[in-house]
């Protein structure tokens, strides 16, 4: 079963930081490039971020740009997400989701998603 799993949310104060992961099961991540995405209530869902297949490029949305940080470890099979200086506004069900390739910061092409994790900024 093909299968991508998000974890490592939670609930942080604002300022506070957390690593998520992405890891698959049943496949190889390293033949696709790898985006983040994530929902806050009443929201639509937004990329975030996107990694390349090698790891060598990466992008950012605007709004997390310069506090969060995708990179990937295709031996472990898993992708990550740092997230530094979390806000309020941060507060979403983060998921990560294949690609073919990353058109910004956006994967091209969305072949798989994960179940998503929580991520609460509050104090």
């Known amino acids: 079963q093909l299968q991508l799993v998000e974890s490592g949310g939670g609930l942080v104060q604002p300022g506070g930081s957390l690593r998520l992961s992405c890891a698959a099961s049943g496949f190889t991540l390293d033949y696709y490039a790898i985006g983040w995405f994530r929902q806050a209530p009443g929201k639509e869902r937004e990329g975030i971020s996107c990694?390349?297949?090698?790891?060598?490029?990466?992008n950012y949305a605007d709004s997390v740009k310069g506090r969060f940080t995708i990179s990937r470890d295709n031996a472990k099979n898993t992708v990550y997400l740092q997230m530094n200086s979390l806000k309020p506004e941060d507060t979403a069900i983060y998921y990560c989701?294949?690609?073919?390739?990353?058109?910004?910061?956006?994967?091209?092409?969305?072949?798989?998603w994960g179940q998503g994790t929580q991520v609460t900024v509050s104090s």
């Open positions: 990694i390349s297949r090698s790891g060598g490029s990466t």
């Open positions: 989701a294949t690609g073919y390739s990353c058109s910004g910061y956006v994967p091209r092409g969305t072949t798989g």
